[in-house]
Structures are given as C-alpha cells and as structure tokens.
T-cell receptor, first 113, second 114 residues
Framework: GAGVSQSPSNKVTEKGKDVELRCDPI?????LYWYRQSLGQGLEFLIY????????KSGLPSDRFSAERTGGSVSTLTIQRTQQEDSAVYLC???????????FGEGSWLTVV | AQSVTQPDIHITVSEGASLELRCNYS??????LFWYVQSPGQGLQLLLK????DTLVQGIKGFEAEFKRSQSSFNLRKPSVHWSDAAEYFC????????????WGAGTKLIIKP
C-alpha cells in the first residue's frame, strides 16, 4: 500500500486477555519498528526489525510482549495477559534500509479494562 | 544520558500569529534532529530533519527549524499559523549509527485560537 497500515485501529480488551496488533509496512521497506505512545508521553521504542537480521528487542517492557515479522513484511505485536498499564497507542513505522526517515502508521489504540 | 526536552506541554496561539516550539536535547555527538507532527486520528508525519550543513532547515507546510549547537536546541518555527496546524508536535534525536534509536520529546500540543 501507499503507507504503513495498522490494524485494528482501536481495541478494547479485558485485563488478562491476549491481543495481537498487526502492521503492514510500506512495500520495499526492509526496516520495521514498533513504538508505544502513552497518554502525554513521547514515543517509547519497543522493537526493531531489519531484513533477515535478528530483531532488536531491547525496548520490550516485559516478557508478555513479543513480536514477529513474517516473510520480511507484515509484523504482529502480541501482548499476553494484558494489564491496564498496557493501554496506549502502539505505533508501527517502516523505512528503507539505511534511511534515516521513518514513516509511521496511524497506530492501534489499545484500551485494557 | 541522552534526552530530549520539549518544555511546553501545550501552546495556544491565534490564527495568523507566529509560532515557535522549543526543543532542547542532550547528546554527546552531532545528532540527527527531527520534528514530527501528529494530527488527531492520524499517524506521525515528518515535518523536517537536520543532519548536517545549513543549520536552518525548511520543512513541509511552511515550517522551519534552526539547529543551534551552542544552545543544544532545535526550535520549530512558522511565521503564520493556520487552524489546520492544530496538532501535537514531537521533537526527536537520532544517532547516526542507529537511526531506529530515536529519542523522543514528550510533545507539545498546539492549540489555535480563531
């Protein structure tokens, strides 16, 4: 597609449930990023994929968070046993290899009740 | 530690007035500097970026920013704001060797008075 596509745009889930957030990057972009944006906060880096290299998971806040990227394209961020503090907007972004400009999707707004 | 500070949580200006949004950073080397805008219900859009060279950079939508090394600042400016500029603005700093490790400010919400 023309831009980074994320789904769902909004998700309300009960505490303790698992959720999956999907990201479809810009075609041809080898780098993919997940960020979390909590209310009134800047962006928090979660994970970074670059081509076939091992992902940088250093930003994942706990082992309840995981992400995968299949076929070097679509990525899924999974949050297990969701907690209320997981409520945030989860932003996906992509870029061309070596490029400094990253392009963001519109985000998935997660609310844990 | 590396950090980015946007001192103003929100700013209110009248339509047609000039705008300056402040950004200060703490970084040991020459940084990459970015300004992004996030409009309601939309993703983050890059306004402009600075890597090297001319310290005054022009961006989209009539915005510009000036890198001042001595002040560790990268303030965003616009001579005359439009109602459509109402949004949240984020300043970010990146490393030359690791573009994904952007460090973000907390954002400044711009409110436009008619």
């Amino acid at each position: 597609g023309a831009g980074v596509s994320q789904s769902p745009s909004n998700k309300v889930t009960e505490k303790g449930k698992d959720v999956e957030l999907r990201c479809d990057p810009i075609s041809g972009h080898t780098a993919l990023y997940w960020y979390r944006q909590s209310l009134g906060q800047g962006l928090e880096f979660l994970i970074y994929f670059q081509g076939n290299s091992a992902p940088d998971k250093s930003g994942l806040p706990s082992d309840r968070f995981s992400a995968e990227r299949t076929g070097g394209s679509v990525s899924t961020l999974t949050i297990q046993r969701t907690q209320q503090e997981d409520s945030a907007v989860y932003l996906c972004a992509s870029s061309q290899q070596g490029a400094s400009t990253i392009y963001f999707g519109e985000g998935s707004w997660l609310t844990v009740v | 530690a590396q950090s980015v500070t946007q001192p103003d949580i929100h700013i209110t200006v009248s339509e047609g007035a000039s705008l300056e949004l402040r950004c200060n950073y703490s970084y040991g080397a020459t940084p990459y500097l970015f300004w992004y805008v996030q409009s309601p219900g939309q993703g983050l859009q890059l306004l402009l970026k600075y890597f090297s060279g001319d310290t005054l950079v022009q961006g989209i939508k009539g915005f510009e920013a000036e890198f001042k090394r001595s002040q560790s600042s990268f303030n965003l400016r616009k001579p005359s704001v439009h109602w459509s500029d109402a949004a949240e603005y984020f300043c970010a700093v990146g490393r030359m060797d690791s573009n994904y490790q952007l460090i973000w400010g907390a954002g400044t919400k711009l409110i436009i008075k008619p």
